[in-house]
């Protein structure tokens, strides 16, 4: 499977934007499905991710309350709303597929992951 991330950008602290991610080449609903994020001179973290139905998503601690992951199968898209965006948010966010069993959790770990988009810069003004 194919991934293309969006909807990055420069914007100001407490402002909000959603990133896209459009798959292609797959079955994309026998994914799961998790953003990732890398910030200059850090380590990728995990950000968020979501079982293959949608019906299962988890955080890291630090974004819960404000980014929201979702998908949608049918579109063959995946989502990530953030909200009250930080400075510290800033960083290149990747989003990423693993083929997963209908039943299993979201994936955090990123090293499980197979499938990686090319990244979209977040800029989060102060």
């Known amino acids: 499977v194919q991934l293309q991330a969006s909807g990055g950008g420069l914007v100001q602290a407490r402002d909000s934007l959603r990133l896209s991610c459009a798959a292609s080449?797959?079955?994309?609903?026998?994914?799961?499905m998790g953003w990732f994020r890398q910030a200059p001179g850090k380590e990728r973290e995990f950000v968020a991710a979501?079982?293959?139905?949608?019906?299962?998503?988890d955080y890291a601690d630090s974004m819960k309350g404000r980014f929201i992951i979702s998908r949608d199968n049918d579109k063959k898209m995946a989502y990530l709303q953030m909200n009250s965006l930080k400075p510290e948010d800033t960083a290149i966010y990747y989003c990423a597929a693993k083929r997963l069993i209908l039943s299993a959790p979201p994936e955090k770990n990123d090293e499980r992951y197979n499938y990686w988009g090319q990244g979209t810069l977040v800029t989060v003004s102060s």
């Open positions: 979501v079982s293959r139905s949608g019906g299962n998503t």
């Open positions: 080449g797959g079955t994309f609903s026998y994914y799961g």
